[in-house]
């Protein structure tokens, strides 16, 4: 059976997969982990062209080198996982290793002792384990935001892992024709589906990719990059929904105001980068101090919100007396440096909207400002629960 038009047809698939990876990574600024994936589908390409070139080529080009090129491919394309995922295993030694050692001993069984049982073996083995290490740092993967993308990359990568351990038992058992441009019916089987699941290994990583992208532009749109906390019009929309879901089940919530006084002599004595250090400070200890339930945004510039869900005002009121002094206790800063916050507290009451329950928040903050700063201060509804 003649492989050249299953080669044709994968390769118009290369060259079409290469034009669409090109085009989003020039329209949607993808990044590096799909320049990682063009470079695998354009040396499988260049592997596939040289294995064509049989029997006009020597053999060099067409068996050595051009299943170097398809190993080349899997390497790069497990660096595109890796790139995705922002994954430390990058198992890049293993892949060097893996090249290396193929290039070997496909040197050896061309010209030493001419094998094909023995190079589609080795082939297979090499690509199976390179396949498998990008399997694992997809199963490894622990953000839930990907995990239904990572799933199926990482079971695409587990199915072609699978095919390769298949192909290694046919070929011990039966013996491939000496020349791959006319296989047996069991080495094309092999051979199209090596193709079907390639490609859809990549595709794979291509809807990884771009579901990693729409996730970053996600958590860039909603918070707040100084302090890593949300922001201001995240907060309202979590705020204006709580609102809403309290007023349903007729429960209480609270909204704290926080403000770091005096900030702007930290950034006018020792300089904006101290007053960050502060801002991503005092977030870190807004967020211990919460619990998961709870909303903690940035909502200005020293200013910061907080939803406590479920608590009235005299359960809001200790949490924030807690939250004033671990600020004013806060250490690590320079030594004449000296943090306090004010803070303002309002109940929802029947009726309160985002506007109305945030302005009374900002008087309760102003009365705490007016009084001297460093200090807890409410402002009350007419009605509260």
């Known amino acids: ?70 190993m080349v491919a899997f390497v790069l394309l497990h660096q595109a996982v890796a790139a995705t995922l922002d994954s430390p295993r990058r198992y890049l030694e293993l892949g060097t290793v893996l090249i290396s050692a ?46 239904h993308s990572v799933r199926v990359a990482g079971w695409a990568f587990v199915a072609f892992v699978l095919l390769q351990c298949s192909r290694l038992i046919a070929t011990s058992i039966w013996m491939p024709m000496p020349n ?26 291509v809807w990884l990719a771009l579901c990693a992208k ?25 705020l204006e929904r709580e609102l809403h879901r309290c007023e349903r089940l007729n429960e209480p919530v609270s909204v704290l105001l926080i403000d770091l006084d005096h900030f702007k002599e930290i950034n006018d004595n020792y300089g904006h980068q101290m007053g960050d250090e502060v801002i991503r400070r005092v977030s870190q200890l807004l967020c211990i101090n ?7 945004a940035r909502y200005g510039g020293e200013e910061f919100a907080m939803i406590l869900k479920g608590m009235q005002l005299h359960q809001a009121e200790s949490i924030a007396e ?12 320079p030594e004449p440096i000296r943090v306090t916050a004010s803070i303002g507290i309002a109940v929802k009451g ?36």
């Open 1 to 70: 059976m003649s492989i050249r038009l299953i080669m044709a047809g994968y390769a118009l698939s290369l060259i079409a997969a290469i034009v669409a990876c090109s085009a989003i990574v020039r329209g949607r600024h993808v990044g590096r982990c799909l320049r990682w994936l063009i470079a695998a589908l354009c040396s499988a390409l260049v592997g596939l062209l040289l294995f064509a070139g049989q029997p006009y080529l020597p053999g060099l080009l067409t068996i050595v080198l051009a299943n170097e090129a398809i």
């Open 102 to 147: 193929q290039f070997l001993a496909f040197l050896y069984y061309t010209y030493a002792i001419p094998d094909m049982r023995a190079r589609i073996l080795v082939r297979t083995v090499a690509i199976a384990i390179q396949a498998a290490a990008s399997a694992l740092i997809l199963f490894r993967h622990r953000d839930p935001a990907l995990r």
């Open 180 to 205: 791959l441009l006319h296989l047996d019916p069991v080495q094309a089987f092999y051979a199209f589906f090596n193709f079907l699941l390639g490609l859809g290994c990549c595709f794979a990583v």
């Open 214 to 238: 729409r996730n970053d532009l996600q958590i860039r749109a909603t918070t707040d990059d100084l302090s890593g906390l949300m922001n201001r019009r995240t907060f309202d929309e979590v």
């Open 290 to 296: 919460t619990r998961a339930m709870d909303a903690v």
């Open 322 to 333: 807690r939250l004033r002094t671990q600020i004013e206790a806060m250490v690590g800063l």
């Open 350 to 385: 029947v009726g309160d909207t985002v506007t109305s329950i945030i302005h009374r928040s900002d008087k309760a903050l102003y009365l705490s400002k007016r009084s001297g700063r460093n200090r807890v201060s409410a402002q009350y509804a007419y009605a509260e629960y």
